[in-house]
């Protein structure tokens, strides 16, 4: 038996799939690790202990493989976007990797994107001017790091940096390299407006390289660490959220791809790029041809869990002897939608898109005394998905009118979750029994470097079985009053967004 190994380098953990050559999941394996907390806005890894979990996962999949009797004909990988490392001249780093996650480039991007600059550099490389984006992170650091800046040979990100620790080469995969703010989408070269806001040159920054280019000859250190063939094919894949549109088969402009997981992402794969002239979405690369269209959210499962956690009685969980979450689910489909009249904006977190805001709050508006936690609880899954459908028809004015939605994520396994979807974004929706779609959409593209598919049509053929949900009119009719107030509200609010974020961080101090 031949073998694939799918590796998704993640926020806390990394995870890799063993694939037969077939795309039949055989195993998976993880490995957790730290993300650092330690100031207000700060979310940073330690790239030794990601090496040494990717290297783990890879050598556990590989051992749980035959080799004597089959070969293994690739490694892919899958990531996080939008890190940052600075290396030194031997590609030692000079800092932790700090993820898209951190927020501490917040005054550099909100001075940024008000300038014509920013405008100009959102047209060209369809990253939206965010703390998240590596541009306005390097920005910051130049303000706020200039010691450390200053003897930095190299900016690169976890990819990179992974793959020069396996085969001493600098590169990034094009979908990486498109989601720093600094790759011209055009051209898919680095840009150089934003080079020069950045304050790097190009010799700084990594080759830029299709998803489907293969390194082989790993380093002897790699090499005994994972314990497999030095010549072993490893291709560099993609971003996670351009591989899980691969991984479900939405790979065509009628197909918009949504995962609800802890945050959310909300995209549609084009073969040419669109710009958003309200900077709503972004726009990034994925391979020769393909772009991905859609919207970041910060706020998804979490949200839900925050919401679990305060809002559910915990003598009842006690009593019924039951899970809080199997248990808020079945209250929430008691609870009519529209939730008696209650919407949740739910930016627990800031938001990205639609708002691109960091100091977004959440809020109830129209809370009155009739109101239960039982109206609270569905109000917030009301507000999470309404908060998509926001992206969803931003992606729709951009690329048209979806024939359906596949949906992945944790919130899939809940039946209420499926079908509150479908009625919020009055579109049909499916649900893939396989959830790994990150690591399949890698091992779809080593097939293709390899040479063994021409396009990626064939994952229609590997997904399995779908489950599909179909919108009840009933509730489309009542979200369909509530979306344009949801809306409404939002506007209202954001001016005051900033106001309250001041507040609350003179509060905790």
């Known amino acids: 038996m031949d073998y694939f190994i799918g590796v998704d380098v993640g926020t806390t953990s990394t995870k890799a799939v063993l694939y037969n ?4 999941v055989l195993d998976q394996f993880s490995e957790g690790y730290s993300l650092y907390r330690d100031a ?4 940073e890894q330690d790239p030794v202990a990601i090496v040494e979990a990717v290297e783990k996962v890879i050598h556990d999949a590989a051992a749980r493989a ?7 004909l690739a490694v892919s990988f899958s990531s996080a976007n939008q890190s940052v490392i600075m290396l030194d001249n031997n590609f030692n780093p000079l800092s932790r990797v700090i993820t898209w996650a951190d927020t501490r480039a917040r005054e550099v991007a909100t001075e940024l994107k008000q300038s014509p600059a920013g405008q100009q550099i959102y047209a060209k490389t369809g990253t939206p001017i965010h703390p998240m984006s590596p541009l306005t992170k390097i920005m910051w650091l130049h303000k706020t790091k200039p010691e450390i800046v200053n003897k930095t040979a190299y900016f690169g990100d976890i990819k990179s940096y992974l793959f020069y620790h396996f085969f001493n080469t600098f590169k990034v995969d094009v979908s990486i390299a498109s989601c720093t703010g600094m790759m011209n989408v055009n051209t898919c070269d680095w840009d150089e407006q934003a080079l020069g806001l950045a304050k790097v040159s190009r010799k700084q920054l990594p080759e830029i390289v299709n998803g ?7 380093t002897p250190t790699a090499q005994a660490n994972m314990n497999i063939p030095a010549d072993t094919p490893f291709i560099y894949g993609a971003f996670d959220g351009a591989l899980s549109n691969l991984g479900v088969g939405a790979i065509k402009q009628n197909t918009v791809a949504i995962t609800i997981g802890t945050s959310a992402g909300v995209r549609v794969v084009t073969d040419h790029p669109v710009i958003d002239p309200q900077q709503r979405l972004f726009c990034y690369a994925v391979d020769k041809g393909l772009w991905v269209i859609g919207g970041p959210l910060n706020n998804g499962g979490d949200v839900y869990q925050w919401a679990v956690e305060h809002l559910v009685d915990a003598s009842a969980v006690k009593n019924e002897n039951i899970d809080p ?8 489909a008691g609870v009519p939608a529209g939730a008696h009249g ?13 708002l691109w805001d960091a100091n977004a709050r959440g809020s109830f508006f129209g809370l009155s005394q009739m109101h239960t936690r039982a109206d609270m609880l569905r109000a917030v899954m009301e507000g999470i998905c309404m908060n998509i459908a926001t992206v969803f028809q931003a992606v729709r004015d951009l690329v048209g009118e979806p024939a359906s939605v596949t949906a992945t994520g944790g919130f899939a396994r809940a039946e209420v979750w499926r079908q509150m979807l479908a009625d919020v974004l009055n579109c049909p929706v499916n649900i ?8 399949l959409g890698a091992i779809t593209m080593a097939m293709k470097g390899l040479g063994l598919i021409d396009n990626y049509e064939i994952i229609t053929s590997l997904i399995g079985d779908i489950s599909s949900y179909q919108p009840n009119q009933e509730a489309v009719s009542v979200y369909q009053n509530y979306l344009p107030l949801f809306q409404q ?5 954001t001016p005051a967004y900033s106001t309250i974020a001041k507040l609350q961080q003179q509060a905790t101090h």
Do not use: D
């Open 342 to 354: 209650l919407l949740f904006h739910p930016f627990l977190g800031g938001e990205r898109a639609p």
């Open 21 to 24: 050559k077939n795309a039949t």
């Open 40 to 43: 207000t806005g700060m979310a």
């Open 489 to 493: 509200v939002e506007g209202l609010l």
């Open 66 to 72: 035959n080799l004597a009797n089959g070969k293994l």
């Open 432 to 439: 893939p029994n396989s959830f790994e779609s990150g690591c």
């Open 212 to 218: 489907t280019t293969q390194e082989t000859g790993l």
């Open 325 to 332: 979450y199997t248990l808020a689910n079945q209250v929430i």
